[in-house]
Antibody
Framework: EVQLVQSGAEVKKPGESLKISCKGS????????IGWVRQMPGKGLEWMGI????????RYSPSFQGQVTISADKSISTAYLQWSSLKASDTAMYYC??????????????????WGQGTTVTVSS | EIVLTQSPGTLSLSPGERATLSCRAS???????LAWYQQKPGQAPRLLIY???SRATGIPDRFSGSGSGTDFTLTISRLEPEDFAVYYC??????????FGQGTKVEIK
C-alpha cells in the first residue's frame, strides 16, 4: 500500500524550533516530488513548497521562503518540514502529499495523489 | 500571481441533486495544470480531478471536471451522503508555483 505517515502532534512555545516528518512507503520514494501544505484552523489549503527526495531539489512558495526549511533523507524515505523559531501564527495542520508524476520542467500536473494524515502544530506561550 | 476564486462559498443541496462548483482564475490557466480536491472534516484532502477533467484513481464517475482558460467547473451529478464536504481547486503557475482556491462547502439542505 502506498502511504505517507506523518509524525505526531506537537505543542511548542514561541521561539522554539521544530522538525516534523513524513515517511513514505509502498513506492519508490526517490522518484516522486513531495509537497507540503498548510491549513490554519478553520481555513483553506496553502501550498508551502516541494522537494524531490532523489536529489533534494527544493522549491518554495514565496509566502514561505525563509520561514521554513524543507529537507529529505532518502535513506529512510522521509521528508521534513522545519522551523528555527516558531510563532503563534504557525499554529496549523500541516500535510505532506505526493506529487503524482511530476516532472521538471512541468508540462502536466497530475495532482497530489497520496496524502499524509496531517501533523497538528500548536504554538502557544 | 494567479488567484483562484471559488463560488459559491457554500452550496446547500439535498442528496440526489446535482452540484455545480465554479473555480475562476484571475488569468488564463492551462487545463493541464488544474486539479480538484475533496476534504471532509478531520481528514486530509483527496484528489478528485487532474488535468481539469481526468478523474483520479478510484473516483466515482458522478464526479466530472470541465473548463478552460479562466473558468473551470466541478460537477457532482447526483449527490451521495458521503459527498458533503469542502472542495478545493488548485492550479500550477510558474510563479509562485501552486495555489488553491478558498474552497466551496457542499452542505446538506
Amino acid at each position: 500500500e502506498v502511504q505517507l505517515v506523518q509524525s505526531g502532534a506537537e505543542v511548542k512555545k514561541p521561539g522554539e524550533s521544530l522538525k516534523i516528518s513524513c515517511k513514505g512507503s509502498g513506492y519508490s520514494f526517490t522518484s516522486y516530488w513531495i509537497g507540503w501544505v498548510r491549513q490554519m484552523p478553520g481555513k483553506g489549503l496553502e501550498w508551502m513548497g516541494i522537494i524531490y527526495p532523489g536529489d533534494s531539489d527544493t522549491r518554495y512558495s514565496p509566502s514561505f521562503q525563509g520561514q521554513v526549511t524543507i529537507s529529505a533523507d532518502k535513506s529512510i524515505s522521509t521528508a521534513y518540514l522545519q522551523w528555527s523559531s516558531l510563532k503563534a501564527s504557525d499554529t496549523a495542520m500541516y500535510y505532506c502529499a505526493r506529487m503524482s508524476g511530476l516532472v521538471m520542467p512541468i508540462d502536466y500536473y497530475y495532482g497530489m495523489d497520496v496524502w499524509g494524515q496531517g501533523t497538528t502544530v500548536t504554538v502557544s506561550s | 500571481e494567479i488567484v483562484l476564486t471559488q463560488s459559491p462559498g457554500t452550496l446547500s443541496l439535498s442528496p440526489g441533486e446535482r452540484a455545480t462548483l465554479s473555480c475562476r482564475a484571475s488569468q488564463s490557466v492551462s487545463s493541464s495544470y488544474l486539479a480538484w480536491y475533496q476534504q471532509k472534516p478531520g481528514q486530509a484532502p483527496r484528489l478528485l480531478i487532474y488535468g481539469a477533467s481526468s478523474r483520479a484513481t478510484g473516483i466515482p464517475d458522478r464526479f466530472s471536471g470541465s473548463g478552460s482558460g479562466t473558468d473551470f467547473t466541478l460537477t457532482i451529478s447526483r449527490l451521495e451522503p458521503e459527498d458533503f464536504a469542502v472542495y478545493y481547486c488548485q492550479q500550477y503557475g510558474s510563479s509562485p508555483g501552486w495555489t488553491f482556491g478558498q474552497g466551496t462547502k457542499v452542505e446538506i439542505k
